[in-house]
């Protein structure tokens, strides 16, 4: 089973910046598709951003020119370098990996992050 865990999460000030990572415990070139997820409380999870095994990137509008998504395959590892945070940035963030040819997906259990303004 594969598993994916979060890391780099915790308490920020408005405007401060963080990053996460998420380290998976396979070779992650099997995925063509990863990404991190947000969910704040009373809302439904939504993209924030993600990345191809190409390298391609697509961002969620709220966030684009602050955060960057990244993915190390050497390190199985992928990131989400996130700057200026707002306190709507507030949510637990989830890291994705999957294959969208072979249909499969997994998540991590989520890491916090809060924004104090």
């Known amino acids: 089973q594969v598993q994916l865990v979060e890391s780099g999460g915790g308490l920020v000030q408005a405007g401060g910046s963080l990053k996460l990572s998420c380290a998976v415990s396979a070779n992650i070139f099997s995925f063509n598709a990863m990404g991190w997820y947000r969910q704040a409380p009373g809302k439904q999870r939504e993209l924030v951003a993600a990345i191809t095994s190409r390298g391609s990137t697509n961002y969620a509008d709220s966030v684009k020119g602050r955060f960057t998504i990244s993915r190390d395959n050497a390190k199985n590892t992928l990131y989400l370098q996130m700057n200026s945070l707002k306190s709507e940035d507030t949510a637990v963030y989830y890291c994705?990996?999957?294959?969208?040819?072979?249909?499969?997906?997994?998540w991590g259990q989520g890491t916090q992050v809060t924004v104090s303004s």
């Open positions: 994705n990996a999957g294959n969208t040819v072979l249909h499969y997906t997994y």
